[in-house]
């Protein structure tokens, strides 16, 4: 299978609806609010980092952080479209997100149930000390 050419980006105007597509083609869908295209567009405008993957100008990958690029940031979202799996972009957006933060800068993510092997495949450490308060809605 040969690999696809993938032009990685950084996007701070990407556009909801291309975001929630690649929701959808991910699977992440079920963990995020697609039906609610306003506060889709607000979790784009209010990010610090938007990274893309785009095969043949369709967007094929998304990762968006939350950071203050001097220590920490938080990769909340990571979703590459099913029919690219498999092509090492998860990888490479994670790559572009670390260059583009910086070496000083810690990068956190909480693992969907359904991906925690993918990070373990590309030795991303796992933390043991991590507390969230779920969500309301």
């Known amino acids: 299978m040969s690999v696809p050419a993938i ?3 950084i996007e701070p105007d ?3 609806a291309e975001f929630r597509r690649v929701l959808i083609e991910s699977g992440l869908a ?9 506060r889709l567009a607000r979790m784009l405008a209010q990010a610090d980092l938007v990274v893309t993957a785009r095969r043949d100008g369709d967007l094929v990958g998304i990762a968006r952080t ?3 690029f001097a220590f920490c940031a938080y990769l909340s979202d990571l979703a590459v479209s099913r029919s690219a799996q498999g092509f090492r972009i998860g990888r490479g957006l994670i790559a572009a997100t670390r260059a583009a933060v ?3 800068v810690s990068l956190l993510l909480t693992a969907a149930p359904g991906a925690v092997t ?3 495949q590309i030795g991303m450490p796992r933390v043991a000390d991590a507390f969230r308060y779920n969500r309301e809605a």
């Not at 079920?30 to 306003?38: E, L, Y």
């Open 7 to 9: 032009a990685y980006g």
């Open 14 to 16: 990407l556009d909801a």
């Open 30 to 38: 079920v963990r995020r609010p697609i039906d609610d295209p306003s």
């Open 66 to 68: 939350l950071t203050d």
């Open 102 to 104: 910086g070496p000083q």
């Open 118 to 120: 993918f990070y373990d």
